[in-house]
């Protein structure tokens, strides 16, 4: 059997130094995995709302497009629903055989303020005419979506990517609100 000397004597584990930076080295790696978790967790719900707002845009889009009488006299140009609340809308009704193109008109700005509030947190919409007027040849228009997102990261911040109109812009700031905005012609 060898001896060795006391100065000589290999060492036959870790010390508790090793460990605790071991442990905080892994430590930051699984906060960093917890912060981009969240993230990707996040991500399906914001795409989501984006999604309905282009179907509550494209609805509203096709609704205009079989009434273009009403959308030349402006009727469809609407003022701003959105105003950061969750308060619900009423929905306006024509009966058969008393509807005419106005109150159709009507019927479906009250429906996509209704879509839009139901299905978006704090939806709210606005339809404008281009400068030159509803009933110029190519008459165009504008039609924003707009809602309320959950707090988000920095990354995610509205006002640096989303084309809002400048009523929504200049005065809802706290929370800023999420816009889509669609140009459509009939």
């Known amino acids: 059997m060898k001896h060795f000397p006391l100065n000589h004597r290999r060492q036959a584990g870790a010390s508790l130094i090793e460990v605790l930076v071991a442990v905080l080295i892994l430590s930051f790696g699984m906060l960093s995995l917890g912060a981009m978790l969240s993230f990707s967790v996040q991500m399906p719900k914001l795409s989501g709302y984006r999604t309905t707002a282009t179907n509550i845009a494209a609805d509203h889009i096709e609704r205009i497009r079989a009434n273009p009488g009403e959308f030349a006299i ?93 009523q929504v812009t200049g005065t809802y700031t706290n929370p800023a609100p999420r816009c889509l905005y669609v140009r459509f012609n009939i």
Do not use: H
Request: charged content about 10%; proline content about 8%; hydrophobic content about 40%.
């Open 74 to 166: 402006g009727t469809y140009s609407s003022p701003l629903s959105y105003d950061g609340t969750f308060n619900a809308v009423s929905l306006a009704d024509c009966t058969y055989p008393n509807c005419t193109s106005a109150s159709i008109a009507a019927m479906d700005i009250a429906a996509a303020r209704v879509a839009a509030r139901t299905l978006l947190p704090a939806g709210g919409m606005i339809v404008t005419c281009d400068a030159a007027g509803c009933n110029s040849p190519n008459a165009y228009g504008n039609l924003w979506i707009v809602w309320q997102e959950p707090n988000t990261s920095a990354v995610l911040n509205p006002t640096a990517s989303d084309n809002c109109p400048v």
